[in-house]
C-alpha cells in the first residue's frame, strides 16, 4: 500500500464519518433534546427575570 491510497482511505474515513455526524444531528430522535437544549438559554432569561422582580418588590 502506498501513500496515495493511504490517504484516499483516510479521505472516505472523514468522509464517512461527516456523514454519519450529520445523519446523527438531523436524526428525527434528536429532535426533542436538541429543541430543549435551544430553548434553555430562554428559561434562565424568564428565570433571572423573575428574580429581579421579586427583588423590586421586596424593596
Same mark, same amino acid.
Given at each position: 500500500m502506498d501513500y496515495g491510497t493511504l490517504r484516499g482511505l483516510i479521505a472516505l474515513l472523514i468522509l464517512t464519518l461527516?456523514?454519519?455526524?450529520?445523519v446523527w444531528a438531523y436524526?428525527? !430522535?434528536?429532535? /426533542? #433534546?436538541?429543541? !430543549?437544549?435551544? /430553548? #434553555?438559554?430562554?428559561e434562565e432569561d424568564?428565570?433571572?427575570?423573575?428574580?429581579?422582580?421579586?427583588t423590586n418588590n421586596n424593596v
Open positions: 461527516f456523514i454519519i455526524i450529520v436524526s428525527r !430522535k434528536r429532535n /426533542n #433534546s436538541f429543541d !430543549k437544549a435551544a /430553548n #434553555s438559554i430562554f424568564r428565570k433571572e427575570e423573575t428574580n429581579k422582580q421579586e
